[in-house]
Every structure is written in C-alpha cells, then in structure tokens.
C-alpha cells in the first residue's frame, strides 16, 4: 500500500505539468512557433502601388519555421476594389493607398480597422525624351485637364503629350489628384488608362510623349522622375514634409483580424520587413517620418 501511495501523486504531478505545457502552448498569437503552428489562408487585395511589398512579405512570411500551413495570396485591383472586398468580407485585408472614409461610406468605413504599415511617395513621371524634368501645380493640372497638350508649352520637345491615368478606383491616382493636382481630372479623350502600375511603367518607358504618376518603389533610369514645383520625389524631402505628394499605405481588415492575419500584420511591421524590404523597395517606415497627416490631407509636425 505505502509503494503505491508513492506512485500516485508522481503520476498526478506528471499529468498536472503536461496540462499545464499544453495549455501554454494553445494561446500564442506568434506565427512561427513551434508549439503553435498556425494554418489557414490570407487574400489581400486592392493597391498596386502596395503590392510589391506585401507581395513580398506575404513570400517570406510563409517561410517562417511554424507558418507552413497558411496561405497567403496578394492581389491588385486598386484600393477602392481592395476596401471594398474587405467590407464586404470578400477578402481579408483590403491594401489601400488612401482612408478608406475616402473611398467607402460613413458606416462601411466604420467597421474597418487601419493597419499603416509603410508611407509610399507618388513621382510624376515621363518618357526619357520629353524634354523636361520640373513642373509646377498649375502646368500639371493643365496637362491632366487638356490645356496643355505639346511638351514645348511647358518647355520640352515638340512633342504631343500623352496621359497615361489610372481607373477611379485607384488609390495611387487619388493621391495624385489629392496632393498633386489639387482636384480631380477628368477623363480626356485620347488618355491610356491602365490599372497596374507595372503596366503604367512600361507604357511610360516605350511611347513617346507619355506622362504619368508612379509610386516612388517603381522609379529606376528608364523613365524620367519629374520634379514637383523644383522639389524632388525623395525619402528625405517626404519625410519632413517638404515633397506633399505622399501617402500612408493601409492595410485594413473587417473588425479586428483572427489569430492568422494578426499574425501576417505584426509581420509586415516586424524589423525583418521594416528595415529591409520597407526601405529597398522605396517605401517609407512609418516611423521614420517626421511629419503626420489626416485623412483631410492636413500635415503637423509629429
């Protein structure tokens, strides 16, 4: 009787410290531990001008030791598609480049949640044969409405000028109306309209004439990146203010996320993407910006 007395609570505390590990293990919220692997799939939807950087993100994130069974999926579309899918719980993060109170009604904005997970710059940009590398406002509202339709009005070749827009649901060409022009443009006849940014990029490069708008990540020497009002599209001049063509990219889902696409967010604003993909693919860390703005387009000092 006393050598199975002993017996007993050992087994008990053995069975004890089991439950406990287990339940240890069960309420993590950290994508890659190996007590927790977490599954499930993530589609994320809307801004191209995002894309490369979630994209990317979302490759890397399904690397990471315990996050082998989630799927992650990265689509375009543009950010009204994007806060529109996730309003409508079509997707799970809906990718913006702007407030979703800019694009969706009072009440569909309400039941989103706002990620900000980068700040992206907007360049003007052109062929490399046009002649010119600075405009002012007013000379690029009067491109973008039809007053100015030759590069030599504005001091370039002579050479017919080419609109190369974006759909109404993009959030690159809010920006742009918003912050650069200062209204919105119409739709002129004649004009490309292209919703991938990739897709603006090439057209920009191979036809003569063209003038279009970029998010900073997607600038390199086969276009020319033009001056806006004699300031330049950099990191630095966005940073404290000085360029106003910029946003904060979004990343919003419907309520509060689950466990797996809390889990891809933290992620997105880890120091593994921050410090790297963040800066190399030319958007911006949010907490590097010196200057905040609202969804009215007001910027203060932080």
């Known amino acids: ?175 742009f109306e918003k912050y650069a022009l200062g209204q919105s443009a119409p739709e002129l006849q004649g004009s490309i309209q292209e919703d991938s940014s990739g897709t603006v990029k090439k057209i920009i490069t191979e036809t003569p004439g063209a003038i279009g708008y970029l998010a900073l990540s997607y600038l390199d020497d086969s276009i020319t990146a033009i001056k806006y009002n004699g300031v330049e599209a950099t990191v630095e001049n966005i940073q404290t203010g000085e360029y106003a063509v910029w946003a904060y990219e979004h990343m919003y889902t419907n309520g509060e996320p689950n466990e797996v696409v809390k889990a891809f967010l933290d992620y997105m604003l880890s120091d593994d993407i921050q410090k790297t993909y963040v800066v190399d693919l030319g958007y911006i860390p949010v907490s590097d910006m010196q200057v905040v703005r609202d969804a009215e387009g007001n910027i203060t000092e932080k």
Do not use: Y
């Not at 799927?71 to 913006?96: E, P, R, W």
């Open 1 to 175: 009787m006393f050598k199975k007395a002993k017996k007993f609570p050992l087994l008990m505390t053995t069975l004890a410290m089991t439950v406990v590990l287990a339940a240890c293990g069960s309420g993590s919220d950290t994508a890659g531990s190996t007590d927790n692997k977490l599954s499930g799939s993530i589609l994320a939807v809307g801004s191209s001008a995002l894309q490369p950087l979630v994209d990317q993100a979302g490759q890397d994130f399904m690397e990471v030791e315990g996050n082998e069974e989630i799927t992650v999926q990265v689509q375009g579309g543009g950010s009204g598609t994007g806060l529109t899918q996730v309003a409508d719980k079509q997707a799970d993060i809906g990718n913006s480049d702007v407030f979703a109170e800019e694009k969706l009604d009072a009440e569909q904005a309400k039941t989103l949640v706002d990620h900000q997970v980068a700040v992206v710059g907007m360049s003007v940009v052109a062929n490399k044969d046009v002649g010119v590398n600075d405009l002012t406002q007013q000379q690029l509202v009067d491109i973008f409405t039809g007053k100015i339709t030759n590069w030599k009005e504005v001091g370039g070749a002579d050479q017919k000028i080419v609109i190369v827009n974006r759909p109404a649901s993009s959030g690159t060409r809010a920006t």
